[in-house]
């Protein structure tokens, strides 16, 4: 019983990983229906910037707190950074293409980036350094939940009540769920699509960087390839769940995180990206629009 | 001649930049030692690099802008290509002039260089059988590598066990690309746009990962080795002589690709596919069987791939898990949308120009793949159809000819 718990909450840590990149993945496609292949290059940038500057403070000697704090508002800043960038340079300007244009400008951007950080940094792996202490109350469960799942588990609820207030309440999300159903209508109302696009990428990618800052302490080391599979992952989970609704990313992400989770404890862990896949073929089967997605009336 | 503006905003991108670039270009740490080394100079560079590339795309765009303004009482006309592309009297002697080079190519360039060409045209036909799923049926498979991977591991694995020759395993491998891909098809037809994508995607991943770890089945990451070459009626051939008899049988094999993707397309099924791709329930008012139809694209275009793998495994006479990863497909991919897509034409010089140009980079050593992702998207930047967009079938009604005037058009 002790082993399935233990299965049960890797999966839960490990599906709340994937909902942070998912999130963005949604996101973006709800408002622009590109699939944004450097995603996971961003997820990959917010851990290489969080490594960075955490390390850095602490040669220098900052206090743990300290040190995760301006961790990871570094990575979301320069995450959300780039993903703004990357929107402006290689997307916007395909705008009004045919669909393939930008995914082949993504698929570009993604393998530039991959090899920037290769290329700037190192192709090894590079240990990154334990930001989550081990919680003295954690102790009687310490074998079974480690602190560091529960923190990134109360995070990442943190964050999703955060990003549903956002989007809830506030003007930005109201404008962003407009743009997303009608894009010509929510020019006509007065709402500036092309600063709600930039609003969504940046959000997306700051939900990012905190997921690469959360797995990378979580994992202890990073490496300029770890975006790839993440990011195939994460959309995996996002069209599981219906891409473009926001909590069926979170239920998709929570799913597939389980099934590799107990494909890994029971079966083995080689083929744990075969059960992702196969899961998620056989959902769309009898699902085609995925988990929680609306299905699209189609009419010529 | 330059206005203060643009060079104020020019002066703000490079800042933007120096700042983005900030922790990865100029801070590098080592953890285990305890150092941090800052490399002030790469901030330097990047701001006085972006600086001038920002005033060059300014340049360029103004130019461009300027040319269009001229340009606009002339209406669209035609760009060169596609008009050297309409009239036969260009395309015919351009093509016997392209095949002849293709024929002489051994004979006027490198071993080498003939390995690579090779390598092309074995992209030209893998782009040509992905341009019938992507381009002309409009389905976007994001797992094309697979089918290429079970032709290159069929001939790999039945020359291991049972001994079977090149030629033997060629249409096997074939027909098992063509079989798995409707055995994909079947599934996924119910899905749409990028669910379809997402789901192949996932395929190519499973094949991958099967053929990685069934050791038993297929010798895991290490792969397949000592694949035998291709006879030429049972003679062997020295290495730079087996180089240029693959050489030849992949020309061939493109010439006959060309052939019939060519015929295809103006057949029956070519046009249901145009159809389909255009839209689906309009299709089916018309009696087009949707869901043969998408079976066929889907299995034609694997057979097509399984027959380039079965000649890559005997061109490289080893095999692995690693040369089918989803970079394969997305580079598969980019050449039919970079060259344009549903044009053979297109597809053609997108295969050359994205298979060559990496090799050629080589000089570049390590940024090789840096400048290729930025290749790839500054191309679809400024060439959103791809290099030669194809031209819809479109009949010209010419009014000299005509008396009766507009109502009977």
């Known amino acids: 019983m002790d082993y399935f718990i233990e299965l049960f909450f890797g999966g839960l840590t490990r599906g709340s990983i994937y909902a942070l990149i998912a999130l963005g993945y949604t996101m973006v496609y709800g408002i622009i229906g590109l699939i944004n292949f450097a995603h996971g290059e961003i997820y990959m940038i917010g851990a290489f910037t969080s490594f960075i500057v955490a390390t850095v403070l602490s040669i220098y000697g900052f206090p743990l707190l300290a040190i995760v704090v301006i961790a990871g508002l570094a990575a979301a800043v320069w995450s959300s950074a780039y993903g703004f960038t990357i929107e402006k340079l290689a997307y916007r300007p395909l705008r009004k293409a045919p669909r393939l244009a930008p995914l082949i400008s993504a698929i570009g951007m993604s393998i530039f980036l991959q090899n920037y950080v290769l290329l700037a940094q190192t192709s090894d792996f590079l240990p990154f350094p334990a930001l989550i202490p081990e919680f003295a109350f954690m102790e009687p469960v310490a074998h079974?939940?480690?602190?560091?799942?529960?923190?990134?588990?109360?995070?990442?609820?943190?964050?999703?009540?955060?990003?549903?207030?956002?989007?809830?309440?506030?003007?930005?999300?109201?404008?962003?769920?407009?743009?997303?159903?009608?894009?010509?209508?929510?020019?006509?109302?007065?709402?500036?699509?092309?600063?709600?696009?930039s609003a969504t990428f940046i959000i997306g990618s700051a939900l990012a960087a905190i997921g690469g800052l959360l797995i990378a302490s979580h994992i202890g080391q990073i490496n300029f390839y770890i975006g790839f599979i993440a990011g195939i992952k994460a959309f995996t989970a996002a069209v599981l769940g219906g891409i473009g609704s926001i909590p069926g990313a979170v239920l998709g992400s929570l799913v597939l995180g389980l099934t590799e989770s107990f494909a890994t404890g029971y079966v083995s862990s080689d083929y744990e990206d075969v059960f992702a896949f196969s899961l998620l073929v056989l959902i769309l089967i009898f699902k085609p629009s995925g988990l929680l997605g609306k299905a699209e009336n189609k009419k010529v | 001649m330059f206005p203060v503006k643009e060079l104020k905003r020019s002066a703000l991108i490079s800042l933007?930049?120096?700042?983005?670039?900030?922790?990865?270009?100029?801070?590098?740490?080592?953890?285990?030692?305890?150092?941090?080394?800052?490399?002030?100079?790469?901030?330097?560079?990047?701001?006085?690099?972006?600086?001038?590339?920002?005033?060059?795309?300014?340049?360029?765009?103004?130019?461009?802008?300027?040319?269009?303004?001229?340009?606009?009482?002339?209406?669209?006309?035609?760009?060169?290509?596609?008009?050297?592309?309409?009239?036969?009297?260009?395309?015919?002697?351009?093509?016997?002039?392209?095949?002849?080079?293709?024929?002489?190519?051994?004979?006027?360039f490198s071993t080498y260089q003939t390995n690579i060409m090779t390598t092309a045209l074995m992209y030209v036909v893998l782009g040509l059988g992905l341009n019938i799923v992507v381009g002309v049926a409009g389905l976007l498979d994001l797992g094309y590598v697979a089918f290429y991977a079970v032709g290159a591991y069929s001939y790999a694995l039945l020359n291991f066990h049972f001994g079977l020759g090149f030629w033997v395993v060629l249409p096997i491998g074939g027909i098992l690309a063509a079989f798995l891909g409707i055995l994909l098809g079947f599934p996924v037809l119910r899905l749409r746009g990028d669910y379809l994508a997402i789901v192949t995607l996932g395929f190519g991943e499973i094949i991958r990962l099967i053929l990685e770890n069934w050791n038993t089945f297929s010798q895991g990451p290490s792969g397949v080795a000592n694949i035998a070459r291709p006879s030429f009626f049972g003679i062997d051939m020295s290495f730079a002589g087996g180089i240029i008899y693959i050489y030849y049988l992949v020309l061939l094999l493109v010439v006959f690709t060309i052939f019939v993707v060519n015929r295809l397309q103006n057949s029956r099924l070519g046009r249901a596919w145009l159809a389909l791709r255009e839209d689906e329930i309009a299709c089916e008012a018309m009696g087009i069987d949707k869901t043969k139809t998408k079976l066929m694209a889907f299995s034609l275009g694997a057979c097509w791939a399984g027959l380039v793998g079965v000649i890559f495994a005997a061109k490289t006479t080893f095999v692995n898990p690693a040369s089918f990863t989803f970079l394969e497909s997305a580079i598969i991919l980019s050449i039919v949308v970079l060259g344009g897509m549903g044009s053979i034409i297109g597809?053609?010089?997108?295969?050359?120009?994205?298979i060559l140009l990496p090799e050629y980079l080589r000089a570049l050593s390590e940024y090789r793949m840096l400048a290729f992702g930025a290749i790839l998207v500054i191309m679809m930047v400024f060439k959103p159809n791809g290099i030669i967009s194809n031209v819809r079938r479109s009949y010209r009604f010419k009014k000299n000819v005509s008396t009766g005037g507009e109502s009977n058009g």
Do not use: H
């Open chain 2, 347 to 354: 597809v053609i010089m997108g295969a050359l120009i994205l």
């Open chain 1, 144 to 197: 079974i939940v480690g602190s560091s799942d529960l923190v990134i588990l109360v995070t990442t609820t943190l964050v999703m009540i955060a990003l549903t207030c956002l989007i809830k309440y506030t003007k930005i999300g109201k404008a962003m769920r407009a743009t997303a159903q009608d894009k010509t209508m929510a020019v006509l109302v007065g709402i500036n699509v092309d600063r709600v696009i």
């Open chain 2, 16 to 108: 933007w930049f120096a700042f983005l670039t900030f922790p990865i270009m100029v801070i590098k740490v080592d953890p285990i030692e305890r150092l941090v080394n800052y490399r002030w100079d790469n901030m330097f560079f990047i701001a006085f690099g972006s600086f001038v590339l920002s005033i060059l795309a300014k340049v360029f765009i103004i130019r461009k802008e300027k040319k269009e303004a001229r340009k606009k009482p002339k209406a669209a006309t035609e760009p060169f290509m596609q008009r050297v592309i309409r009239e036969p009297r260009f395309l015919y002697p351009l093509s016997i002039a392209c095949f002849v080079f293709g024929l002489s190519f051994p004979y006027l």
